[in-house]
Structures are given as structure tokens and as C-alpha cells.
T-cell receptor, first 111, second 114 residues
Framework: QKEVEQDPGPLSVPEGAIVSLNCTYS??????FMWYRQYSRKGPELLMY????GNKEDGRFTAQVDKSSKYISLFIRDSQPSDSATYLC???????????FGTGTRLTIIP | NAGVTQTPKFRILKIGQSMTLQCTQD?????MYWYRQDPGMGLKLIYY???????DKGEVPNGYNVSRSTTEDFPLRLELAAPSQTSVYFC?????????????FGEGSWLTVV
């Protein structure tokens, strides 16, 4: 079993839809949770960061962490074509050098 | 705002050749990292550095070497290139460690070994 599991997609949704992206993990020591967005032929960029359990909202993006279920989610409201990218979850039990990445979900928003 | 700059962007190597991927950052970050990204495998840490003169192995260090003589630069050396090193390589940096310290990535270097 991989330490972090992420559905690779691809996922295609119409513009304006709500998108749900998910990751599950097996290491109960993880306490830092991140979502990165990666456009084609570019490096990943940090989108959301959450410490421990709970929700965090930033504009159209909401990150949720459920440590009891070892499950994290990223919701995108009112999705836009500019949201088309690969989304990577990442998590760590301590330093950045211990960051474990998911394989990424490729998302396409259809105008 | 340059951020993290990697060169070259694309390179084709023959089996057994050696090369160096260059990385420089202008954010005065202490921590620097080299990752590789393979299809369906996610990002894997090759080496990292917590400051000038200090480097350490990540998850997949075999076949690579690094050095950190200055805060800004963190080159990655491939010795005796093998087809298994065909990948996309990302250099990254952060001010500190711990989840609160954002990692900034370069734009990537596409390497093919034939």
C-alpha cells in the first residue's frame, strides 16, 4: 500500500461546477497537509496549507483534513478554465524534507 | 522576480554520459531540494540541503551527487547516465523546514537518456 493514494483522473467537469479532489494516507503521524497546483510544463506551486484536522478556505478553494479517516480533500467552487491543471496533495510529519506527494489528479474544466 | 531558476530546460543524454543540472535561487532561502517526477509516481526527493556546505540524501539518491558551496546555488550532478534517469527534475527552495515554510519550485528540467 502506498503511503499516499490519489486518484490520477483525468477528471473533466464543466465550467462553474464544484470540483472535489481527494487523497487518502496511511501514516497517522502526518500533521501538515498541502495542495499544490501544477500547470503543464511548469513546476508545482503551493495552493493550500493546513495543519492537523479541520477546514481552511481561500477564495474559491477549500481544503479539508479528516485525520480520523486519514482523508484530505480540496474543493473548488465555481470552477474556471484557468483551474485546469494537475493537483498534487502532499503531507509531512515534520520537515519539508519528509514531504510525501500524491501522484496528482489531472483536472480539465470545460468552457 | 526570478525565484528558482533551473538550466537547462531540455536535454538529451547518451547512456554513460555525465551532466550537471544547474539551480539557483534569489530568495536567500536556507533549504534547497532536488526532486524527480515520473509519470504515475509523484515527486520523489533526491537530495536536499539545509544550508551552504550541508547536504543530505533523500528518498532516491542513487546515481546523483550534489554540492552546496553558496546559499544561492545547488547543482545536481548525474554520473554515468542510465535510461532509468529519464525524468523531469525540479529544483526547489524554502526559507525553513516544517510545513509552514512554503516550498518554491523551479520550472523543471526535462532529461531523456538514450
Amino acid at each position: 500500500q502506498k503511503e499516499v493514494e490519489q486518484d490520477p483522473g483525468p477528471l473533466s467537469v464543466p465550467e462553474g461546477a464544484i470540483v472535489s479532489l481527494n487523497c487518502t494516507y496511511s501514516n497517522s503521524a502526518f500533521q501538515y497537509f498541502m495542495w499544490y497546483r501544477q500547470y503543464s510544463r511548469k513546476g508545482p506551486e503551493l495552493l493550500m496549507y493546513t495543519y492537523s484536522s479541520g477546514n481552511k478556505e481561500d477564495g474559491r478553494f477549500t481544503a479539508q483534513v479528516d485525520k480520523s479517516s486519514k482523508y484530505i480533500s480540496l474543493f473548488i467552487r465555481d470552477s474556471q478554465p484557468s483551474d485546469s491543471a494537475t493537483y498534487l496533495c502532499a503531507m509531512s510529519d515534520g520537515g519539508n524534507e519528509k514531504l510525501t506527494f500524491g501522484t496528482g489528479t489531472r483536472l480539465t474544466i470545460i468552457p | 522576480n526570478a525565484g528558482v531558476t533551473q538550466t537547462p530546460k531540455f536535454r538529451i543524454l547518451k547512456i554513460g554520459q555525465s551532466m550537471t543540472l544547474q539551480c539557483t535561487q534569489d530568495m536567500n532561502h536556507n533549504y534547497m531540494y532536488w526532486y524527480r517526477q515520473d509519470p504515475g509516481m509523484g515527486l520523489k526527493l533526491i537530495y536536499y540541503s539545509v544550508g551552504a556546505g550541508i547536504t543530505d540524501k533523500g528518498e532516491v539518491p542513487n546515481g546523483y551527487n550534489v554540492s552546496r558551496s553558496t546559499t544561492e546555488d545547488f547543482p545536481l550532478r548525474l554520473e554515468l547516465a542510465a535510461p532509468s534517469q529519464t525524468s523531469v527534475y525540479f529544483c526547489a527552495s524554502s526559507y525553513g523546514t516544517g510545513g509552514r515554510n512554503t516550498i518554491y519550485f523551479g520550472e523543471g528540467s526535462w532529461l531523456t537518456v538514450v
